[in-house]
C-alpha cells in the first residue's frame, strides 16, 4: 500500500519549514501538518490595529543562517532582510547610553563613564567574537550523542580538534563564558554600570535568570552567532515582518512539491514494530510515512505525541523535569508618532532604526528577577523595543509607527493562584509606564496595542511554559544534553521519529539550524 508521504512534518513553524525544505529539495515526498490556520509559527505576522502590522512573537533577524537564506533560496521566494542601521540607545535616568556602529563615537560614549572601559571594549568584543565563530561551525553539526556509537565518538572528536584550533588566549575565554555567570564575566572586565547594562541585557532574552547565575554567560555567545548579509554579530528586520521569512521558505517548500496542510493538528505519532509509520490527525485521518520530523517542544513530542513507554524510567524523569521559562513578555503597540525620549531632545531620528533599551544596569536587571520571583512580573521590566516602521513603512499608516516590546521578567505561573487572563492589562500598563517615564509622550501616542504574555505564548504556539527557545538555554540543556542526555542528535526514542524544533541543538531563535540538521540526519537514514 503506497505511503501519503516519505516524510510528515509536524508544525510549520521555521525550523519545521526549513526541515521540510532541505527533505523536497533531495527529492523526498513531503507532507507538512501545521495546527494552525498559517504558516510561521513564532515567526509570524499580523494586522493587530486597523493598518498597523507587525511581528507578532520574534521579531529580529540575526541568527538565520546564511547558508538556509541560500539553500532555500529565499530571497529569490521574496524575503528582504534591511540591516539596522543604527546601534543602541540605552536609556538611563536623566542621561543615556547612545552606541552608535561608529567605533570612534562608540568608544568616546563609554569613555564619557569610564575611560578604561573603553579601552577594553576592542578586546572584549574580539575574544567573543572569535569565540562565537568557533562555536557557530559546531551549531550546523550534530551533537555527539552521551552513550552513542562510533558516529558520535567522531563528532566528539571534531568537536574537540575544532576547539583545538583556538589558541590558548582564546580557549580561556571559551572555558569562562561556559562555566560563569553573566555578572561576573562582565565585573571583570568593565566598571561602567550603564555599559555592563546594555551587556547585560544578551544574557536574559529569553532567559529567567538573574545575572549572576553561573552559566549564563554563554547567552552572550548565543546571541553573536548571527549575522546579516555577511557582517557578523549584525542585526536586522525582516520587510513585512517575520512573517516574510515563513512566507519565503513555504513558497520553497512548495515549489519543491511538498504538501502544506494548515489547521491540520495532530494527536499521535503512529508506531509498528518500533517504528514510526505515520501520524494521527485530530480530525482522526491515519497518515502514513516512513519518517516524521517533529517541530515541537520536546515535551509535547516524548509526553504527549509518543507512548509514554518509548522512553525508560531515567528519560522519564529527566522529561518531565525539563526546565522551560523564559519568562518573556511581548508586545506590540501602534503609535500615533514616535516617543520622544527626553534625554534624546534635538538629536534627530536616526536611534529609532536601531535596539532602543530599559536595561540601565546589572542591578536593574537582578531586581526585574527577583521581582518576578516573588511578586510574578518585574515592577521595573526590562526592556528591548524596536520601531520597524522607521525602516518598513508598510506596516504603519502615513504619519503612525509600530512598536515592538520585548520585555523580562514576567513568570508563566503567577503566585496565589492568579490568571494571566486577568492581569495582562495590568503588566501591560507597567511596561508603558516604565518607557513613559523616559519618553512622556509614549503613553498617549498609543491607539492600540497587542499583549502576548506568558500562557498567550503557550496556548498560541504550544511551547510549553511560554518559553521561547523550546526549554532554558542552560549549560544542563545544552549541546549533547539537548533535550536529554542520549537523544541530542535529533533522533528520537522511537526509530523514524526526528526532534526538529528549537528544543534540539543548537536551541532557539530564528536560525533554522534545528530544521537544516535534522533532515541531514533524515537524509543520512533513509
Known sequence: MAMDAD??????GHNGLTCAGYLARAGLRVLMLESRPVVGGAAVTEEFHPGFRNSVYSYSVSLLHPRVIADLQLEQHGLDILERPAGTLSLLENDHLLLTRDDAQAHAEVARFSRRDAQRMEEFDSGIA??????????????????GGWRDAVGLL???NLLRKLDKHHQTVLAELMTRSLGDYLDTWFEGEAFKGVLGLEGVIGNFAEPYHAGTAYVLLHHAFGEVKGRAGAWGIARGGMGAISESMASFVRSKGARIETSSPVSKILTRDGKACGVLTADGRELTSRFVAANVHPQILLQKLLDSDSLDPPDQRRIENYRSHSATFRMNVALSELPRFTSMAGRGEEH?????????????IQNAYYDARQLGWSRKPVISMQVPSTQDDSLAPPGGHVASLFC???????????NWDDVRDEAADVIVDTIDQYAPNFKASIVGRQIKTPLDIERDLNMVG???FHGA???DQFYSLRPIPGHAAYKMPVQGVYLCGSGAHPGGGVSGLPGHNAANAILRDR
Do not use: C
Not at 7 to 12: E, K, M
Not at 352 to 364: D, K, N, Q, T
Open 408 to 418: 523580562q521578567h514576567f513568570q508563566r505561573h503567577l503566585p496565589d493562584g492568579r
Open 352 to 364: 529609532f532604526m536601531g535596539a532602543i533599551e530599559v536595561s540601565p544596569s546589572l542591578g536593574y
Open 473 to 475: 538555554l542552560h549549560l
Open 130 to 147: 572569535t569565540v562565537a565563530m568557533a562555536l557557530r561551525e559546531l551549531a550546523v553539526q550534530s551533537p555527539p550523542n552521551i552513550g
Open 466 to 468: 511560554g518559553d521561547i
Open 158 to 160: 571534531k568537536a574537540g
Open 7 to 12: 516524510v510528515i512534518v509536524i508544525g510549520a
